[in-house]
Nanobody, 114 residues
Framework: QVHVVESGGGLVQPGGSLRLSCAASGSIFGITDMGWYRQATGKERELVATVTSGGRTNYADSVKGRFTISRDGAKTTIYLQMNSVQPEDTAVYYC????????WGQGTQVTVSS
C-alpha cells in the first residue's frame, strides 16, 4: 500500500522561506511525474510545480523565480523550496506521484502572515 506524506508547512512571514517535503512509502512503479499543488480557502486546487521522472520541471507563472521543485535520486521524495513568499501563497499544499494511478498526500498548511 502506498502512503504519501507532506511535511514542512507552517507560519512564515512575507519575504521569508519555507521548504516542503513529500515522501512516498510503498512501491510505486512507472512514475511519470511528481508535483505540488495548492488550494486556498474558497478556491480550486491549482498546480504549483511539477517534475518529470527525467527531471524536467514546470512552474505556475505565479511562483516562477521564487519556488523550486526537486526530487531525490530514488524518486520517492520531492521537495518544494519556497522563497520570497507572499500572503497570496497561503494555502494547503498537496503533493502527488503520478503513475498508473495518482497518489495524493493529505496536505500541509502554509500560512504567510506578519
Amino acid at each position: 500500500q502506498v502512503h504519501v506524506v507532506e511535511s514542512g508547512g507552517g507560519l512564515v512571514q512575507p519575504g521569508g522561506s519555507l521548504r516542503l517535503s513529500c515522501a512516498a512509502s510503498g512501491s510505486i512503479f512507472g512514475i511519470t511525474d511528481m508535483g505540488w499543488y495548492r488550494q486556498a480557502t474558497g478556491k480550486e486546487r491549482e498546480l504549483v510545480a511539477t517534475v518529470t521522472s527525467g527531471g524536467r520541471t514546470n512552474y505556475a507563472d505565479s511562483v516562477k523565480g521564487r519556488f523550486t521543485i526537486s526530487r531525490d535520486g530514488a524518486k520517492t521524495t520531492i521537495y518544494l523550496q519556497m522563497n520570497s513568499v507572499q500572503p497570496e501563497d497561503t494555502a494547503v499544499y498537496y503533493c502527488n506521484f503520478r503513475a498508473q494511478y495518482v497518489y495524493w498526500g493529505q496536505g500541509t498548511q502554509v500560512t504567510v502572515s506578519s
